[in-house]
């Protein structure tokens, strides 16, 4: 007879028919919860007519990355620890009671023999390890309390731990108390070593087996409706990130959290613009809303909080969440307003707690709506913004240069120009910095004379370029945006290209992916830095002078984290003889932002400091003399900011294009 043990040992039969009424109550509970959750998300607005949820396909790698090795949570060492060992010990408990389940109430007879002694024994280790992981929880919670794990309501957290404690202490209870009760089967002490250990104390107490037999059934009874409660839980706040987990994790929209949909302005029956009600929440906010667990760990990313700003975004979710749960339909900008102007302007769309949320939550997508709301029907844009946006509206650029000076640097430059009918491999969009900023103009230069030296086929608008419109539609001003975008749709149109290649990467991200929602407006567009390491791959470009400089490299967010773009740039400066890249501790997705993004470059708010100190200060700790980036804001904002912080006084900035060009021309 092959190793196994009776697995109803003292349970009369109908405490097992009691547990199945009970399963399917607790089913019941769940499958109702689930319904009205789903009613919820599905009551939001559509997202441009896309597979689901705005996805416009299904992340399966992402769900096989959070169902086998949670998703982000690792990126946190401590809480990938401790909520590994509570997310793997119920998987492991979770396969033991299937086993159970299916031996006992079917004809396949599986737990027993090694199934048994392999999966009572890591069943054993599990329960260990899902305790120790909820104490470290409760600890760092409720002990340490970081500001950034603050709570709305403890209540929900505090039920969790409590009945996952409960669920793993009565089932060692059972265990140890079957194992007493069978007269101690020696072989239990290798594959139960917590049930054997918990039934020698019994044994050491000579307890009767009258009561041991009494306990059991009772404990047994707790246990079973302990499980019920945690099945029905599922569809509830805390627990019910287990399933939104693995929702979430399917329909995120990887690098797409910032890109907006168009607004009907020829809707003659809209009284406003924006998002003005819970009700106009897309499926995707309120899915979202519904996900958040408060970790806090977008508000811990978040730069405009680490310096000093109003933003929080975490509270940006939790605020929505509460008021609409309270009020399907109410208005966000009632006499008490749920968010401050300042709060949603100090947001740089930087896409960092995007990028760190486990639950894949879109924060900046809200804040924008907000944003919308706040200018178009609520007119309150910041002064400096609303000079930027005029300035667009007029000169086509946000400095207010005129807009007749935008090709003046290309003077005896012998720039080529798109004509129509004649296709070209690249179009150039030089971008307004390009235009009319001195350093990015030379920027501009080295990568033109790179790319002929490359023998690249590309050309420019010439005077026919204005702005892509970045910095209006991330003011909140969609109506201006809106005009520019198809103004620009109209004139790329024109002309036959394969590829728009850009400096900025906020022009990238807005000819690439905002305008994509357009008509008519599938470009595909890619940032100088990835046509260069093409180029520098198939040996067109070859670096051959040193260039003797230890530098660090900046990630700009939309390159990075927008843009999906971490090694274009690192394989250029790898390739450059005599370069040494020393990385902040903060690179690639967890780069700390300038503080440009978002409309930010045109207005500074009052609360805290200049974002670029903290960026700067990050700089210093590398002890290198120069910093690379590929951001034309990036560029301007160090240059301008680097005098605030004194290691930095003497700091050399350039574009990656430029070292390059050192080396290679």
């Given at each position: 007879m092959e190793t196994s043990r009776e697995l109803t040992w003292n349970i009369p039969a109908w405490y097992v028919i009691a547990m199945y009424l009970f399963l399917l109550a607790s089913l019941t509970a769940l499958g109702l919860s689930l319904i009205k959750k789903y009613k919820f998300v599905k009551s939001g607005g559509t997202t441009g007519g896309n597979k689901l949820l705005g996805a416009k396909e299904l992340d399966w790698n992402g769900l096989l990355d959070t169902l086998l090795f949670q998703g982000k949570i690792p990126r946190d060492s401590f809480v990938g620890i401790f909520h590994g060992a509570i997310f793997y010990g119920f998987i492991v408990l979770t396969i033991t009671t299937g086993l159970v389940a299916i031996h006992q109430d079917t004809p396949i007879k599986i737990f027993q023999g090694p199934f048994y002694i392999l999966f009572s024994f890591l069943a054993d280790i599990a329960g260990i390890a899902v305790l120790l992981g909820v104490g470290l929880a409760f600890y760092r919670r409720f002990i340490l309390k970081p500001d950034y794990l603050t709570l709305k309501n403890s209540k929900p957290e505090l039920f969790m731990y409590l009945t996952i404690i409960t669920l793993v202490i009565v089932g060692y209870l059972l265990e140890g108390l079957r194992i007493y009760g069978t007269n101690m089967p020696q072989a239990e002490s290798t594959w139960s070593p917590v049930g054997w250990f918990i039934a020698s104390i019994f044994s050491a107490m000579s307890i009767q087996l009258s009561s041991i037999q009494f306990f059991h059934k009772f404990l047994w009874f707790i246990h079973m409706v302990s499980t019920m409660v945690f099945v029905s839980a599922l569809g509830y706040r805390k627990f019910f990130h287990i399933i939104a987990a693995i929702t979430t994790s399917l329909v995120s929209r990887k690098n797409q959290g910032a890109v907006l949909m168009p607004m009907n302005f020829e809707n003659e029956e809209?009284?406003?613009?924006?998002?003005?009600?819970?009700?106009?929440?897309?499926?995707?906010?309120?899915?979202?809303?519904?996900?958040?667990?408060?970790?806090?760990?977008?508000?811990?990313?978040?730069?405009?909080?680490?310096?000093?700003?109003?933003?929080?975004?975490?509270?940006?979710?939790?605020?929505?969440?509460?008021?609409?749960?309270?009020?399907?339909?109410?208005?966000?900008?009632?006499?008490?307003?749920?968010?401050?102007?300042?709060?949603?302007?100090?947001?740089?769309?930087?896409?960092?707690?995007?990028?760190?949320?486990?639950?894949?939550?879109?924060?900046?997508?809200?804040?924008?709506?907000?944003?919308?709301?706040?200018?178009?029907?609520?007119?309150?844009?910041?002064?400096?913004?609303?000079?930027?946006?005029?300035?667009?509206?007029?000169?086509?650029?946000?400095?207010?240069?005129?807009?007749?000076?935008?090709?003046?640097?290309?003077?005896?430059?012998?720039?080529?120009?798109i004509k129509e009918g004649i296709e070209v491999d690249y179009l150039l969009f030089v971008g307004c910095a390009g235009s009319y900023d001195s350093e990015n103009q030379k920027i501009v230069k080295d990568t033109m004379n790179l790319l002929r030296a490359a023998g690249v086929n590309f050309a420019t608008l010439g005077d026919k370029e204005i702005c892509c419109g970045d910095p209006i539609r991330r003011f909140g001003?969609?109506?201006?945006?809106?005009?520019?975008?198809?103004?620009?749709?109209?004139?790329?149109?024109?002309?036959k290209f394969k590829k728009i290649v850009t400096h900025c990467p906020h022009c990238m991200h807005t000819i690439g992916k905002e305008y994509s929602r357009f008509e008519n407006a599938k470009f595909d567009v890619i940032h100088h830095s990835q046509l260069l390491a093409e180029l520098l791959d198939t040996g067109k470009i070859k670096p051959i002078k040193r260039v003797e400089a230890k530098l660090t490299f900046h990630d700009p967010c939309y390159l990075g984290r927008h843009g999906g773009e971490y090694n274009s740039p690192r394989k250029i400066l790898a390739a450059i003889p005599g370069i040494t890249l020393n990385e902040m501790k903060k690179n690639k997705e967890n780069a700390a932002c300038c503080g440009m993004g978002g409309g930010n470059m045109w207005y500074e708010l009052p609360e805290g400091e200049h974002l670029a100190i903290n960026r700067l200060k990050q700089v210093a700790e590398t002890k290198v003399p120069q910093l690379a980036t590929a951001c034309s804001y990036c560029l301007i904002n160090f240059n301008s900011s680097r005098g605030q912080h004194k290691p930095t006084e003497e700091l050399v900035v350039e574009d990656i294009a430029s070292i390059l060009a050192k080396s290679a021309l």
């Open positions: 809209a009284e406003t613009f924006g998002l003005g009600k819970a009700s106009e929440l897309t499926q995707k906010n309120k899915l979202d809303l519904i996900a958040c667990v408060e970790c806090g760990r977008c508000t811990n990313a978040c730069p405009a909080q680490a310096s000093g700003k109003k933003l929080n975004p975490k509270e940006i979710i939790t605020k929505m969440r509460d008021f609409t749960e309270a009020n399907l339909d109410g208005d966000l900008w009632s006499e008490k307003q749920l968010y401050e102007f300042n709060e949603l302007d100090a947001c740089t769309t930087c896409g960092a707690c995007m990028e760190m949320c486990p639950m894949h939550i879109e924060h900046v997508n809200i804040i924008m709506g907000a944003r919308r709301y706040k200018v178009l029907t609520l007119a309150n844009i910041l002064p400096a913004a609303a000079t930027a946006s005029s300035n667009i509206q007029i000169n086509n650029n946000p400095w207010g240069i005129a807009g007749s000076d935008r090709f003046k640097w290309a003077s005896n430059q012998n720039v080529p120009i001003d969609e109506y201006s945006f809106d005009t520019i975008a198809k103004n620009n749709i109209e004139l790329l149109n024109k002309f």
